[in-house]
């Protein structure tokens, strides 16, 4: 469910008509090569189109209009080969709705010491071409990234990589449906928010669905297909004991595929993406889903736990930033700490939903009873989730908008083994550390939900935030908890104007 080929990037040249025919030529002929390039690139996961040579405020509106209307289209790649005077775009800037990525390059990588005359100075002109377009970004408050460097060099492609995914996430965003079964848990204030607001910025809508639905759906699975699925479980993991086929809790394996066959099925049917549960509402529902959840997440779906909506839609979309990189993204939460003096740590997991993504080794499939929910002992993996670097996301709703706070981390090994810990974990050190860290995203106000990337850099994030104009946070090594305080107040100052 998460295919980035089928997306468009579309590349675009601005110039103007004062250079004469031939000049034009050769900007077209050089923009379609170096389109070419981008599209083959590896680090580059969907198409790159060359589209179109604009250079006039006609041919602007109406090439903007088109990319509009593509469904195809996740964004625009600009590039000012020569200088294209930038009233041109007003009205064209005015209507764009997609995002925009402003790919500062230059066609000759080196300058031609004893070849270069004005010729070449005339048709080699993004140094200064690239300000004036720029200028009349800036002037009218558009969102886009911009990335500079020579268009051969793999930094620069690296990061129209990374803006592509993200691009791609923002368009499997727009019309995502998220499924809420049972409401928020109760009283909790972090998981909570505008759905109103985060469907005017986000543009994912989140509506609720009663758990008779549901319930429907898992009771009409039938027990051929609840073999043929259980079958693939023995084959997946390492089951314990008393859940195989001839074990004294195999009925329960059997309720958790029943489950989660039902949730898919509901999930396909209403086309939805993401979705929340809560252990408070489980009306027929024989066992709070935890296979279900981690196996539906780990095939391309949002998860949020407690009726957390907000982080659902940031799983799904950080899952389709990531798709086919190495590393998985998982919901998460800081669960327990270890304030060893010298080696401070964070244990992150859930009760039961961390997605088998970020397993290292063929996780274990298990079953122990929930101390809450007041309902049957739900079958879980539990793993280990392996050492290297990664990183924390959670979006809050402030009231006023939303914020995207963001930690790198690097995961450790766990010290020693967790034998009675029945669930799965990831132990982490986050940056600068465990104390800044920690006091940094309180100030924030960052949830204790979070999604939990191996593949993504905080890169991703921030072009995320870019793309849908919310506030962004960052908390890495370079954090200093003074300068970072400040950077909250002038932030409400910012949102408030
Ligand atoms: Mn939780």
Known sequence: ?????????????????????????????????????????????????????????????????QANNSDKCIGLIAWMHTFSPAKMWINGLKILNKPMLHFHTQFNRDIPWSEIDMDFMNLNQSAHGGREFGFINSRMGVNRKVVVGHWQDEEPIAQIGIWTRVAAAWKDMQG?????????????????????????????????????????????????????????????????????????????????????????????????????????????LPQLPGLAVQRLMADGYGFGAEGDWKTAALVRSMKVMGAGLPGGNSFMEDYTYHFYPTRMRVLGAHMLEICPSIAAGKPSCEIHP?????????????????????????VVDMGNRFRLLVNTVDAVEPEERLPRLPVARVLWDAHPNLKTAAAAWILA?????????????????????????????????????????NELRWNEMYYRS
């Open 1 to 65: 469910m998460l295919k980035l080929k089928q997306y468009e990037a579309w590349f675009i040249t601005g110039s103007q008509h004062l250079y004469g025919e031939e000049t034009l030529k050769q900007v077209k002929a050089h923009s379609k090569k170096i389109a070419a390039v981008l599209s083959q690139s590896r680090q580059i996961p969907v198409k790159v189109k060359f589209k179109a040579l604009l250079a006039t405020p006609d041919e602007i509106v109406q090439f903007m209009r």
């Open 176 to 284: 995502m449906k998220v499924a809420r079964f049972g409401d928020n848990m109760r009283e909790v204030a972090v998981t909570e928010g505008n759905k109103v607001s985060a469907q005017i910025q986000f543009g994912y809508s989140v509506n609720g669905y009663g758990l008779g639905g549901l319930a429907k759906k898992v009771k009409a699975v039938s027990d051929k297909a609840i073999d043929q699925l259980v079958q693939s479980y023995h084959e997946e993991y390492e089951l314990a004991k008393s859940l195989r086929k001839d074990g004294k809790k195999h009925n329960a394996l059997r309720e958790a595929a029943r489950i989660e066959i039902g949730l898919r099925t509901f999930l396909e049917e209403g086309d939805f993406t993401a979705f929340t549960d809560t252990f408070e509402n489980l009306h027929g």
């Open 370 to 394: 929930l101390g809450i929910g007041g309902k049957a002992d739900p079958v879980r993996l539990v793993f280990d989730s392996p050492a290297g670097p990664g990183l924390n996301a959670s």
């Open 445 to 485: 106000g960052g949830a204790h939900h979070t999604c939990y990337s191996q593949s993504l850099t905080a890169e991703y994030l921030e072009d995320f935030a870019e793309i849908a104009g919310i506030e962004y946070v960052l908390i890495d090594k370079d954090t200093k908890l003074r300068q970072f305080k």
